[in-house]
């Protein structure tokens, strides 16, 4: 999981990049970084470790010049996290110079490695996959484009090419110096990109290409549409917008994980609201709840802020159970679930959380949390209410029980580190130190997801839930591939 944006703009973009990196800061904060072009191709880039507010000094928002650029927040799921050769964009001279962000995780980087040194002559000086795809797209084009002037339509087969060679999840935006600004997402929509558009005047259109589209919202840009699995939009650098289909045969099917954890409450993904998802998502896990937690066993239901809130308010709505706020978050500190490393996500715990004990005590507390990783932050969670005085603490989960690695874009790479595989719930409960457990049913979930997005009008042609079901909707994800991840790529 990462942050892109992308922008064409009548002016300078460094700002409107800036701003809108801020927003999508909760997508990824290991890393910051961002490109800009010039009419005449003159590339600038700044990019640094850590948060933006931190990251940019004046002088680098000063020196990013152009009307065409991208940036990017990166949560680093290869490669190394503290790394700033490794921060994103990339970046490539030839052809034209070639600078390019991604959000996702390519599947097949072990025989484009090999690839890239046997067909393309093309040297890679990272472990990043971004690098890899990026090296990939630069070959396609310049094998395109060897002998003609580039367009649109040999841009875009380029792009076919490229989908052609590289498998897993990927939603890119690329400029091209003295071009333009491309950006295509992989051919089963698992990352999100959107599409919008804002009218400057008689200067003509300008255009931002996102990972959310509250980016879109806080920048006074109309939703044009999300970018469809497999299509490429090219946007030249005077705003004039192509598109194309460049896939074989593309589905929509996006990661169910952005709509438990990763997306903010108030983006809208693929036709229905982040935050309405998680209300129905709420519904369904209370129904499950009243199921399994004896009626009297629960005074109180509170939620882990912030993801989970949604979930809770429904779940205590439809149970008729208090509804309490009983930790106070700290915001100055980051998401635990995507700090890198383990160490790093227990110390920040009580860093983050702290107690309201007049909440907790002497009641039966059901705490709700968005999802189960590792069980690091849980154990401790409950660990808290009952030091706050709680008399018993049941916990539940709006996300079923994480069995099974996620390889296309979430830091869970090896399957022993998820506190659920190979555990029983009651086994789970038992490590967790909770009285009762419940998990949202894997159903449940993939109803509450596909009926939202249903009554906006977009129809899901299946829902990436592979943490969950072990299922890999890409169909090219082999045991051999995740034993290979486990042994070389821990958290």
């Given at each position: 999981m990462?942050?892109?944006?992308?922008?064409?703009?009548?002016?300078?973009v460094?700002?409107?990049i800036?701003?809108?990196?801020?927003?999508?800061?909760h997508?990824?904060?290991?890393?910051?970084?961002?490109?800009?072009?010039?009419?005449?191709?003159?590339m600038?880039?700044?990019?640094?470790?850590?948060?933006?507010?931190?990251a940019?000094?004046?002088r680098?928002?000063?020196?990013?010049l152009?009307?065409?650029?991208?940036?990017?927040?990166?949560?680093?799921?290869?490669?190394?996290?503290?790394?700033?050769e490794?921060?994103?964009?990339?970046?490539?001279?030839?052809?034209?110079?070639?600078?390019?962000?991604?959000?996702?995780?390519?599947?097949?980087?072990r025989?484009?490695?090999?690839e890239?040194?046997?067909?393309?002559?093309r040297?890679?000086?990272?472990?990043?996959?971004?690098?890899?795809?990026?090296?990939?797209?630069?070959?396609e084009?310049?094998a395109?484009?060897?002998?003609?002037?580039l367009?649109a339509?040999?841009?875009?087969?380029?792009?076919?090419?490229?989908?052609?060679?590289i498998?897993?999840?990927y939603?890119?935006i690329?400029?091209?110096a003295g071009?333009?600004?491309?950006a295509?997402?992989?051919?089963?929509?698992?990352?999100?990109?959107?599409?919008?558009?804002?009218?400057?005047?008689?200067a003509?259109?300008?255009?931002?290409?996102?990972?959310?589209?509250?980016?879109?919202?806080?920048?006074?840009?109309?939703?044009?549409?999300?970018?469809?699995?497999?299509?490429?939009?090219?946007?030249?650098?005077?705003g004039?917008?192509?598109?194309?289909?460049?896939?074989?045969?593309?589905?929509?099917?996006p990661?169910?994980?952005?709509?438990?954890?990763?997306?903010?409450?108030?983006s809208?993904?693929?036709?229905?609201?982040?935050?309405?998802?998680?209300?129905?998502m709420?519904?369904?896990?209370?129904?499950t709840?009243?199921?399994?937690?004896?009626?009297?066993?629960?005074?109180?239901?509170?939620?882990?802020p912030?993801s989970?809130?949604?979930a809770?308010?429904?779940?205590?709505?439809v149970?008729?159970i208090?509804y309490?706020?009983?930790?106070?978050k700290?915001?100055?500190?980051?998401?635990?679930?995507?700090?890198?490393?383990q160490?790093?996500?227990k110390?920040?715990?009580?860093?983050?959380?702290?107690?309201?004990?007049t909440?907790?005590?002497?009641?039966?507390?059901?705490?709700?949390?968005?999802?189960?990783?590792r069980?690091?932050t849980?154990?401790?969670?409950?660990?808290?209410?009952?030091?706050?005085?709680?008399?018993?603490?049941?916990f539940?989960?709006?996300?079923?029980?994480v069995r099974?690695p996620?390889?296309?874009?979430?830091?869970?790479?090896?399957?022993?580190?998820?506190?659920?595989?190979g555990?029983?719930?009651?086994?789970?409960?038992?490590?967790?130190?909770?009285?009762?457990l419940?998990?949202?049913?894997?159903e449940?979930?993939?109803?509450?997801?596909?009926?939202?997005?249903?009554?906006?009008?977009?129809?899901?042609?299946?829902?990436?839930?592979?943490?969950f079901?072990?299922?890999?909707?890409?169909?090219?994800?082999?045991?051999?591939y995740?034993e290979?991840?486990?042994?070389?790529?821990g958290?």
């Amino acid at each position: 999981m990462c942050g892109i944006v992308g922008v064409v703009g009548r002016g300078h973009v460094n700002q409107d990049i800036y701003d809108a990196l801020l927003l999508l800061q909760h997508r990824g904060q290991d890393a910051t970084g961002i490109a800009t072009t010039e009419a005449n191709g003159v590339m600038h880039m700044a990019k640094n470790n850590g948060m933006v507010r931190e990251a940019f000094r004046t002088r680098d928002m000063r020196s990013l010049l152009g009307n065409v650029g991208l940036g990017h927040v990166r949560y680093a799921t290869k490669g190394t996290a503290s790394s700033e050769e490794e921060a994103q964009p990339f970046y490539v001279n030839a052809p034209y110079g070639i600078t390019l962000i991604h959000n996702g995780n390519l599947t097949n980087t072990r025989e484009l490695a090999v690839e890239m040194e046997s067909r393309d002559r093309r040297h890679l000086n990272s472990s990043s996959d971004t690098e890899l795809l990026l090296n990939v797209l630069a070959s396609e084009l310049q094998a395109t484009t060897s002998t003609v002037d580039l367009d649109a339509e040999r841009i875009f087969q380029a792009v076919a090419r490229t989908h052609r060679r590289i498998e897993g999840a990927y939603a890119v935006i690329s400029f091209i110096a003295g071009y333009g600004l491309l950006a295509f997402r992989d051919p089963h929509g698992i990352r999100p990109l959107i599409l919008g558009r804002r009218t400057a005047g008689l200067a003509g259109d300008e255009w931002v290409v996102a990972s959310e589209s509250l980016v879109l919202e806080n920048g006074d840009y109309e939703v044009v549409r999300e970018v469809a699995p497999g299509e490429a939009v090219f946007i030249t650098n005077d705003g004039e917008l192509f598109s194309e289909q460049c896939a074989d045969d593309p589905i929509l099917a996006p990661c169910s994980f952005e709509y438990v954890y990763l997306a903010r409450p108030d983006s809208v993904m693929n036709g229905q609201s982040i935050y309405e998802s998680r209300l129905r998502m709420g519904e369904k896990l209370a129904a499950t709840v009243a199921k399994h937690i004896p009626e009297g066993e629960i005074d109180v239901v509170m939620p882990i802020p912030d993801s989970a809130r949604p979930a809770a308010m429904e779940v205590a709505r439809v149970l008729g159970i208090d509804y309490r706020e009983g930790y106070y978050k700290n915001r100055y500190v980051g998401r635990t679930f995507i700090m890198p490393g383990q160490a790093a996500r227990k110390k920040s715990v009580r860093q983050k959380l702290n107690t309201m004990s007049t909440e907790f005590r002497g009641k039966k507390v059901l705490l709700i949390d968005d999802s189960i990783v590792r069980g690091t932050t849980s154990r401790q969670i409950i660990q808290m209410a009952r030091d706050a005085g709680a008399e018993t603490v049941s916990f539940a989960s709006a996300a079923p029980p994480v069995r099974f690695p996620h390889v296309y874009g979430i830091n869970m790479p090896s399957a022993t580190e998820l506190i659920a595989h190979g555990r029983t719930i009651p086994e789970i409960r038992d490590e967790l130190g909770a009285d009762h457990l419940v998990y949202q049913e894997i159903e449940d979930l993939r109803a509450a997801i596909v009926e939202g997005a249903a009554a906006g009008g977009v129809t899901l042609d299946d829902l990436d839930m592979s943490c969950f079901d072990g299922r890999y909707v890409t169909g090219t994800v082999t045991d051999e591939y995740l034993e290979w991840v486990a042994a070389t790529q821990g958290s």
